[in-house]
């Protein structure tokens, strides 16, 4: 048998080349916030936008001495709040001095990211939505009736752009799509669309690189993980009409003193100067709103600005009635119930119906004439019925 200094014997000799960066992608910041538009800073927790409410009317005139007709014109508030992001990043002093790469560097970006996901997916799903926010645009557009179901016999480019498809929704409400958001694998069905001919609509040649838009207006693919595919396959909206506001910009602080406390427990997880670490405390306040302004095709505000397309299977919902009714216990009709931004009128029969996700709502309900009745819904699985009072003011 013949020895030899084989590779296992040495391995602890054979230098490794080490490549000097971090493979990783670059971080991916919010696509809503690029896509609304931005308000100046708040200059409190809560900024108030005035917004048109109710739309004059002009009349015709009856011959020479006919009597001109009143009308009038009103206003309401919508109320940006802020919403506050944050995290602590704890670092071992002795983990900062023994590595090859600036720690707090790599770690700013990646949490800059994080934020970007959660405002993302709060404005948008309503995923974690602060309590303050209003409604997110999916709940907002499905309550204005702009969410389209899968239907067979029906493809893509009906679904998108066909007579009852998303873009005539947003349409019917008075509005322009500006933009389109949608998840990756949104792309591979577009590509499949085909033309009466059996040619690509969405590529001219297999070496070309598609371009994505819709009707002229572009469509953006998440990267940063906050398109929900199990509750939509496409948004599309006027996003000119959603606005946001930033309270206090991404702040860094690096704390080298103090205790870190589990939330939930409330113990001491750790000591800053008794263990040598610093944690990087990152900041951010922000609040939007979706106004709604009254218009001529969308005058009670029930329309929305926004409409998707929904997953093959929905996301699940209760249905909450609420049954508005005078002291006389007759239906008063065209009373406005206001779920969280969320705009109905009642029918003859005093009714208005909202199909919710699980949460708490607060309710506004009113109508010229009558005391305003405020209510906090709490949904959890079960549909609810709740009837309303209406009282008329002295």
């Known amino acids: 048998m013949v020895n030899i200094t084989s590779r296992q014997d040495a391995e602890a000799i054979i230098r490794s080349q080490v490549v000097p960066t971090i493979f990783q992608e670059v971080p991916k910041q919010s696509i809503f916030m690029g896509m609304a538009k931005k308000l100046p800073n708040m200059t409190s927790k809560q900024t108030r936008i005035r917004v048109l409410d109710f739309l004059p009317t002009a009349y015709w005139v009856d011959g020479d001495t006919g009597m001109k007709q ?36 790599e770690v700013t970006p990646r949490v800059n990211e994080a934020i970007g996901y ?16 209003q409604n997110d645009i999916i709940t907002m557009a499905r309550q204005a009736g702009n969410n389209v179901a ?32 949608a998840g990756m694998n949104m792309k591979s069905k577009l590509r499949g669309l085909r033309d009466t001919t059996g040619q690509p609509i969405f590529k001219s040649s297999i070496q070309e690189k598609a371009t994505y838009a819709l009707d002229g207006a572009p469509m953006r693919f998440p990267e940063n993980g906050a398109f929900y595919n199990n509750i939509a396959q496409l948004v599309v909206g006027d996003f000119k009409q959603a606005v946001y506001s930033i309270r206090q910009d991404i702040t860094v602080k690096i704390l080298d003193q103090g205790v870190i406390q589990d939330p939930v427990t409330k113990e001491i997880v750790y000591n800053l100067a008794q263990q040598d670490m610093i944690a990087l405390r990152i900041v951010m306040r922000m609040g939007w709103a979706l106004p709604n302004p009254a218009t ?65 709502y607060p309710v506004k309900i009113s109508k010229k004439g009558y005391i305003d009745v405020n209510e906090t ?9 709740k009837d309303i009072t209406f009282m008329t003011q002295a």
């Open 377 to 385: 819904i709490l949904v959890e699985k079960e549909n609810i019925a």
């Open 70 to 105: 009143t009308t009038r014109q009103a206003w309401d508030n919508v109320y940006i709040t802020a919403g506050e992001l944050a995290v602590i990043v704890p670092i071992p002093e002795a983990v900062l001095d023994d590595a090859e790469f600036d720690i707090m560097g």
């Open 296 to 360: 001529r095709l969308n005058e009670d505000r029930t329309g929305c600005a926004f409409a998707y397309l929904e997953p093959g299977t929905p996301v699940v919902t209760q249905a909450v009635t609420f049954t508005v009714l005078n002291s006389a216990d007759e239906a008063v009709e065209g009373v406005r119930v206001n779920v969280n931004g969320s705009i109905l009128k009642t029918n003859s029969e005093g009714k208005a119906v909202f199909n919710l996700r699980k949460g708490a």
């Open 150 to 181: 899968p239907a067979s016999g029906k493809d893509y480019y009906d679904l998108i752009l066909g007579e009852d498809g998303v873009f005539a929704k947003v349409e019917d409400c008075g509005y322009g799509v500006t933009g389109a958001l």
């Open 118 to 133: 959660k405002i993302d997916s709060a404005v948008i799903f309503g995923d974690n939505r602060p309590k303050e926010w």
